[in-house]
């Protein structure tokens, strides 16, 4: 096995992935070629179970791929710790915790955070919080308990909680999918201001093609189970990208192009069999 080039963060080299065996496995993912370079956002999107969710597990190690190899920073995937960031449709923050504790909480548990807990949680941890909170608007609230918050600040918080621990990768799963267009405008905004300021790598999965267009510099379409990518793009409208992007015709005529191609994209299965 090679090892590969360490300015690459994340080699997919061939990977697939099969649920089950035999008779009964579902091919959910095509052996497939995927490179992530550091400080990318990348957005995958595609028809439902074309496998979005699957490359996340795989790079979260969740699932381990039946097929190929997956590299981080040149070693193979697991074979050093990995920092990462997530967060989802659902903001499960811990109700009984306040907003400031539940941003805390990877700098409790997630090495090298943990080792200091204790000595900073009151000093520095707890001034790194606050200026997070501050940042997406959400300070007022940091003593408050989660239920108290709309569902827009409730993802503001889930997102201070993904990049608190300053992650090596942030792996966002519809984040935004709950919320009415306006707030998620807003989330966009705040989370395009983070990336700007701290350049995670990040994997947005998302239905959402113009969600897309407005925050990735790169986007993946994926084609219906079994997935495979059909179209990788940069995406290099300047920043930071004003709201009324989308209404600009470069904007629109991209997000119609990422349209067809998930709509036209058939199904490898049934033209096979056709
Ligand atoms: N544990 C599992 N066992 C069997 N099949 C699975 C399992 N998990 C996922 N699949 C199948 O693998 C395919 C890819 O699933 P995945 O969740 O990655 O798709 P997705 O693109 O994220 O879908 P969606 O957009 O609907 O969330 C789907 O057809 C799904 O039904």
């Known amino acids: 096995m090679t090892a590969q080039p360490s300015e ?9 992935v099969t649920y089950g065996t035999g008779d009964d496995g579902t091919e959910a993912l095509q052996p ?12 995958l999107v595609g ?12 790079v979260s190690e969740v699932l381990a791929p039946t097929t190929g190899n997956i590299f981080f920073s040149g070693r193979e995937l697991g074979a050093t710790p990995i920092r990462v960031g997530m967060a989802f449709q659902s903001a499960s923050l811990l109700p009984w915790m306040t907003v400031r504790d539940n941003v805390m909480l ?3 548990i997630v090495p090298p955070f943990k080792a200091d807990y204790r000595a900073k949680r009151r000093g520095e941890y707890r001034e790194r919080v606050d200026a997070l909170l501050e940042k997406v608007g959400l300070i007022d609230f940091a003593d408050n308990n989660t239920w108290e918050l709309s569902g827009g600040m ?13 992650p090596d990768l942030l792996l966002l799963d519809e984040p935004f999918g709950a919320l009415d267009q306006f707030t998620r405008e807003e989330l966009w ?17 998302t239905h959402d093609l ?20 059909v179209d990788d793009s940069v995406i290099d409208f300047v920043r930071p990208r004003d709201i ?25 299965r049934k033209r096979n069999a056709a």
């Open 244 to 268: 009324d992007l989308v209404f600009e015709p470069d904007f629109v005529a991209l997000v119609q192009r990422l349209r067809n191609k998930i709509v036209h994209t058939p199904n490898i």
């Open 154 to 166: 409730m993802q503001r918080a889930n997102l201070c909680r993904a990049l608190i621990h300053e």
């Open 47 to 58: 028809p439902s179970g074309c496998g979005k969710s699957t490359i996340l597990k795989l």
């Open 189 to 205: 905004q705040t989370l395009q201001e983070l990336w700007i300021e701290t350049r995670p790598t990040v994997i947005l999965v």
């Open 8 to 16: 690459k963060l994340m080699v997919f080299e061939k990977v697939g």
């Open 32 to 43: 497939t070629d995927l490179t992530l370079s550091k400080g990318d956002f990348l957005a």
């Open 106 to 108: 990877p700098l409790k």
């Open 210 to 229: 113009r969600e897309a267009a407005y925050l990735a510099s790169r986007i993946c379409v994926m084609s219906p189970r079994p997935g495979r990518i």
